[in-house]
């Protein structure tokens, strides 16, 4: 069965710190999806990455970074010099293709993350 | 591009009564998926619809069901509410089609209080 942990459940950093979401998933199948969403406090959640399970590069968009470890089951994000807007709840998913196209994704818990001014 | 659309906002039943939620995907999306989000259970996926046809189903109980019309739009409808049913629903919607799974864009959600 597919599952996702997100072991940090709340973090909480001064502005401008470096911050790290942890996140481990399990799954059998070889070809699967890893997404991050945002979650800000008005509920909606906001698409941040996409990951396939055959593409391990790194990923960097401005000050948000992914490492994709495929031999720890891990997808971990990164949050440099982080600011107080980045403050949500960050949720990482899975999602295995059942049917072409089809998608069903499976959350972990989510971490939610506060940035002190 | 407009986003995805969740009406209502804001909802509040009694035990016993029944529930419809409406979704509008993003213009050209055909795939359209509910979640539940609780404090306890996280959030659970629901229901895939694509093309009219419910492609996908999670681990909830047939008081759960949904539609998909013709121009994309879903409703969820909850018959026989219970307490436990207290949550945010997200609905969220892709192309839906391709062999790469398209990120899931979602509404702001349909927060939903039983009394």
């Known amino acids: 069965a597919q599952k996702v942990t997100q072991a940090q459940t709340e973090i909480s950093v001064v502005e401008k710190e470096d911050v790290t979401l942890d996140c481990v998933y399990e799954t059998r199948d070889t070809t699967y999806y890893l997404f991050w969403y945002k979650q800000p406090p008005s509920g909606e959640l906001v698409f941040l990455i996409r990951?396939?399970?055959?593409?391990?590069q790194n990923e960097i968009s401005g000050r948000y970074s992914w490492n994709f470890q495929k031999s720890t089951s891990s997808f971990n994000f990164t949050i440099t010099a982080s600011q107080v807007v980045d403050s949500a709840v960050y949720f990482c998913?899975?999602?295995?293709?059942?049917?072409?196209?089809?998608?069903?994704?499976?959350f972990g818990q989510g971490t939610r993350l506060t940035i002190n001014p | 591009k407009a986003g995805v659309t969740q009406t209502p906002r804001y909802l509040i039943k009694t035990r016993g009564q029944q529930v419809t939620l409406s979704c509008s995907p993003i213009?050209?999306?055909?795939?359209v998926s509910w979640y539940q989000q609780t404090p306890g259970q996280g959030l659970q996926f629901l229901f895939e619809y694509f093309s009219e046809t419910q492609r996908n189903k999670g681990n909830f109980p047939g008081r759960f069901s949904g539609r998909q019309f013709s121009n994309s739009r879903s409703e969820m409808n909850v018959s026989t509410l219970e307490l436990g049913d207290s949550a945010l629903y997200l609905c969220?919607?892709?192309?839906?089609?391709?062999?790469?799974?398209?990120?899931?864009?979602f509404g702001d959600g349909t927060r939903l209080s039983i009394l």
């Open positions: 969220a919607s892709s192309e839906g089609t391709g062999l790469e799974n398209q990120p899931q864009h």
């Open positions: 990951r396939n399970s055959f593409d391990e």
């Open positions: 213009s050209g999306h055909r795939s």
């Open positions: 998913a899975l999602s295995e293709s059942i049917i072409q196209g089809a998608q069903k994704l499976v």
